[in-house]
């Protein structure tokens, strides 16, 4: 038989530490091992309203990639993506990274010549990834539809190995595992409602289960960092909308690839249970729900099944939804130790924050120690709103929400 | 569930047929005296309620009308202004 083993103990909350972190997501979860890893601080605290993944950690839809349109980006991705198989190795866990590759859809002429930016800056930056005819994205995936039947035919495609899917809750549950391990306390169902700050300086966080005195705190709560950086005062260039996805009936193994289209709103990939997984659809206003509507899976229903022919028939099986909180230049915000001295936050994830996790967490981790910020990062600082210095990672996606 | 909104001229409609037009936040600043602060605080920063707000939409689906209404953003459901007046 086998014997219950917790992954990770169920720990007494503390009066202080030296570091609170907010949010048991995978940037908050990432942050703490690698504070615990890398610079012996295990005097650490994550702290989750719900449950550790919750949030965008456990909703996501698992696709890693570094082929973003800015060598700013692609550089924190990269790096990302090579951690995946020294990650499982360390943490002891199957990640299941299924390194699958990505296929990239466009239905024009301009759509390609957007990707030829993508596909430079990869190449640049030494990442592989390459442009398709449509004849090429067929051989990748023979499933597709390329003939003109189609309301967007396929013109071409951008094709980047490297990326695939991970076991979302498995990185989750091996992270938590891991900074457990190392003496991180993770404090479930508590919720932080409120921040203390004297003579300009982090000094506290007010939770429903007692105030923690904490020297330095990292608001890493997804979706939700920006009602946390209203607490103190700051405000962010960012929309918090939500994000749907869905699940298939499962089916045998028939694509090996993630596919997605920005002209159909439309993504999706086979997981190793067989299911469809799919996704891409906003609700265009802020709220801070887990809702879901119906018009998505009739809109991805006809999208893939357009692409896809083969597809129709198919039976979803679950739709959920998350929080995509989205900035203007689809880049992430990560700053610290500005408006607030000792208090640093990691938003603007959007729906790309996945993947990036352990990366920007291990980044934060080590801004936080030092508390010299590493040069990766500088391009994400908050001032460059200010200085007109927007990333120009909208013209990847479709630039979704009220701003356009 | 569907998100209803309330057309001052069509009445209850669904969500989907309006366009968010966003926060409610005075009117444009004034190009003199503009800084990159002002400027940034305006274009880019949104307060992100989390509770009753007040803000824009237009009908674009329907009569084509910009109204502000105020809405409950932890909860999708419009509220009435008494109740949201912040
Ligand atoms: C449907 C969907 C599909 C996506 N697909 C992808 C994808 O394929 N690839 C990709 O790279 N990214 C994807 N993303 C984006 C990604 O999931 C997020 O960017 C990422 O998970 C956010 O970081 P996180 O995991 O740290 O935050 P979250 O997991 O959202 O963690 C935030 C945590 O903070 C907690 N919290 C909130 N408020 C408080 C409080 N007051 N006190 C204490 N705790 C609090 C919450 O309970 C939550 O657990 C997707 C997102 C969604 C919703
Ligand atoms: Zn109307």
């Not at chain 1, 919750?54 to 349109?69: C, D, E, K, L």
């Not at chain 1, 700013?72 to 990650?87: A, D, I, Q, R, T």
């Not at chain 1, 801004?367 to 910020?373: E, F, K, L, M, P």
Request: glycine residues 10%; aromatic residues 10%.
């Amino acid at each position: 038989m086998f014997a219950m083993k917790r992954l990770w103990n169920r720990p007494t909350q503390k009066s202080a530490y030296d570091t609170v972190i907010i949010g048991g997501g995978l940037h908050g979860l990432a942050a703490a091992y690698y504070l615990a890893r890398d610079h012996g601080l295990t005097d650490v605290a994550v702290i989750d309203r719900r449950y550790i993944g919750f949030g965008g950690a456990g909703r996501n839809t698992a696709i890693v990639r570094a082929n973003q349109r800015t060598q700013e980006n692609v550089h924190l991705y990269n790096e990302g993506l090579k951690l995946w198989p020294e990650l499982t190795r360390e943490l002891d866990f199957n990640l299941m990274f299924y390194n699958c590759g990505n296929l990239n859809l466009v239905h024009s002429e301009a759509g390609l010549g957007a990707f030829r930016m993508n596909v430079a800056t990869a190449q640049f930056c030494g990442v592989k990834s390459e442009l398709l005819d449509a004849k090429g994205c067929k051989e990748v995936v023979p499933q597709l539809d390329i003939s003109d039947r189609l309301k967007f035919p396929i013109y071409g495609g951008m094709y980047h190995p490297p990326g695939g899917t991970i076991r979302h809750d498995a990185l989750v549950w091996g992270l938590a595992k891991g900074a457990a391990k190392k003496g991180v306390h993770i404090l479930q169902q508590t919720e932080v409602m409120d921040i203390g700050v004297d003579k300009g300086r982090v000094t506290s966080v007010r939770t429903d289960k007692g105030v923690i005195n904490a020297r330095r705190v990292l608001i890493a709560a997804g979706g939700y960092s920006t009602l946390l950086c209203r607490m103190v005062g700051i405000l962010l260039p960012i929309h918090v909308l939500t994000i749907q996805a869905m699940v298939s009936q499962p089916m045998k193994p028939f694509l090996h690839h993630v596919v997605s289209s920005g002209t159909y709103h439309a993504y999706c990939h086979q997981s190793l249970k067989g299911e469809l997984v799919t996704g891409s659809h906003m609700d265009p206003w802020p709220n801070y729900t887990t809702r879901v509507t119906a018009r998505y899976i009739k809109h991805q229903a006809e999208a893939l099944t357009e692409m896809m022919p083969c597809l129709k028939g198919l039976k979803f099986m679950r739709i959920w939804s998350g929080l995509a909180d989205m900035t203007p230049d689809m880049a992430p915000i990560m700053d610290g130790n500005t408006q607030v001295e000792n208090l640093f936050y990691d938003a603007g994830w959007g729906y790309f924050g996945f993947k990036s996790a352990p990366i920007a967490g291990r980044y934060m981790a080590k801004w936080i120690a030092t508390g010299q910020r590493p040069d990766i990062l500088s391009p994400f600082g908050l001032e460059r709103y200010r200085e007109a210095r927007l990333q120009g990672e909208t013209s990847t996606p479709i630039n979704y929400g009220p701003w356009d | 569930m569907s998100y209803l909104l309330t057309c001052p001229v069509c009445g209850k409609r669904n969500g989907y047929e309006f366009r968010f037009g966003g926060e409610e936040r005075g009117p444009r600043p004034d190009e003199k005296d503009l800084t990159p602060q002002s400027w940034l605080e305006w274009a880019h920063l949104r307060e992100n309620v989390g509770g009753p707000q007040k803000e824009w939409w237009c009908h674009q689906q329907g009569c084509g009308l910009w109204f502000t209404t105020w809405r409950n953003t932890l909860t999708n459901h419009e509220t009435p202004p008494e109740e949201g007046k912040s």
